[in-house]
């Protein structure tokens, strides 16, 4: 994060200094100029307010009246007052003070927004969102705020997700303050012992609040791909895929091509049951990006569950080339060797189990050429699954029983034994 640092002069002279245009002053306006002058600002407030009942749309008596309003830190008052100063002063005669407005504007922006870093780096990410709420309250069109801001609030829900489910919570002994970002006990007003006790109103607050200021960061930055993205992720990470692959889509507008939001939105149509949606992004993110290793497994993923084995193979084989110590890829390559060994053994069992309820010859030269493919891919199998066995990942009860499949069906009934009994022996372990 960025501190932003403002060089303003002495605002605060103005309150005490003759204005730049010369005005009728009504009794309360010059009551009120005496309280300033002796900084007694409820006085002068209330002294403000009168005169403003008199003339509602006197543009220096809301320009008074904002700037005592920040001495006592009343900061949305503040702005309210200026723009009613602004709006009121239709013949802009007040030039000087318009400069002066917007100054200090952009004065408490910048120290709010500062105070919001120093907060961050000291690690209390519920005081920081509150300095950059209020700095983008201030100044509506600093996006620097609002992507720090939707960080903090993202922070504060890590935070808060870290113990949820919470236990021991007892109903009714505390309430999210949203205010102030904090769990805090009903009887002391207190931070809560056990901040996670607020979850089920913190987290939907903080979930709409981090997606209005994502939301608000795109508007200001409409170009910007890392903005639409951020977004996105936060939508798939929540599991709303319809609103992430709608920003990854709007993602790919803004930058065509790019592989690894490519990626992306196809793994989301995969999520989604887009099935052929998925399979034409899975193609476009391999020619942008052949070598993406989590894109291949992925799309491997997807033939292998769509009982696609020989293109899984194709997949996982490349994988593999590329990095051979990928535990997924050679058990999986394994597994798609199998299932079409599997396959070719059913479909000759079916053609002999067909014969003999026809009383018909079997056809041999087809049954014998399913048999060549069950062993062949059973054999192809076997290096994968072995290697697979050796790597982290490879004492699963699965990897074992796979590997006995392999053997069995290779015809090394000795190998398969050993491959049953260690996967049997894994699972007993697993249970204890």
Not at 42 to 59: F, G, M, R, S, T
């Amino acid at each position: 994060m960025k501190k932003r640092w403002l060089l303003l002069g002495c605002w605060g002279v103005l309150l005490i200094a003759a204005p730049s245009v010369s005005f009728a002053q009504s009794m309360e306006k010059t009551s009120a100029k005496l309280y300033i002058q002796q900084k007694e600002w409820d006085k002068a407030i209330e002294w403000l307010q009168k005169a403003l009942a008199k003339a509602p749309e006197d543009a220096q008596t809301h320009f008074l009246l904002g700037q005592v309003y920040a001495e006592k830190g009343q900061l949305m008052e503040m702005v309210q007052e200026f723009e009613l100063s602004k709006k009121y002063d239709t013949k802009n005669k007040l030039k000087k003070e318009k400069k002066q407005m917007e100054d200090m504007v952009r004065h408490f922006s910048g120290k709010n927004y500062n105070e919001g870093v120093e907060a961050y780096k000291q690690q209390n990410f519920s005081l920081a969102a509150v300095k950059f709420l209020l700095s983008t309250q201030l100044d509506p069109n600093y996006t620097d705020a609002h992507r720090n801001l939707s960080v903090a609030y993202q922070l504060v829900e890590q935070e808060l997700r870290k113990e949820d489910p919470c236990a021991d919570c007892v109903e009714g002994a505390t309430k999210w303050d949203a205010q102030t970002l904090q769990c805090v006990d009903n009887n002391t007003g207190q931070p809560a012992s056990k901040p996670c006790c607020c979850n089920k109103e913190a987290l939907p607050d903080l979930k709409n609040r981090i997606i209005a200021t994502m939301e608000t960061v795109i508007k200001l930055q409409p170009d910007s791909l890392v903005h639409t993205l951020v977004l996105a992720e936060y939508y798939h990470s929540h599991e709303d895929y319809a609103n992430s692959s709608a920003l990854f889509e709007q993602a790919l507008q803004k930058s065509p091509g790019n592989g690894k939001v490519l990626a992306r939105l196809a793994d989301t149509y995969n999520i989604m049951g887009k099935k052929d949606e998925a399979f034409k992004m899975y193609d476009q993110a391999l020619m942008a990006d052949p070598a993406n290793k989590d894109l291949l497994y992925n799309f491997g993923q997807m033939y292998l569950n769509g009982n696609d084995y020989p293109n899984a193979i194709i997949q996982f084989k490349k994988l593999v080339d590329l990095d051979s110590e990928d535990f997924g890829a050679n058990f999986y390559l394994g597994v798609s060797h199998l299932k079409i060994a599997e396959n070719a053994d059913k479909r000759a069992r079916d053609l002999q189990d067909e014969a003999s309820e026809k009383k018909k010859k079997p056809n041999t030269a087809a049954i014998d050429s399913l048999k060549a493919v069950e062993k062949q891919h059973s054999g192809e199998a076997v290096p994968f699954l072995e290697k697979a066995t050796q790597m982290q990942g490879g004492d699963q009860p699965a990897v074992w029983t796979n590997l006995g499949i392999a053997y069995t069906r290779s015809g090394d009934t000795d190998k398969a034994k050993a491959a049953f009994d260690k996967a049997e022996a894994l699972e007993k372990n697993n249970n204890n």
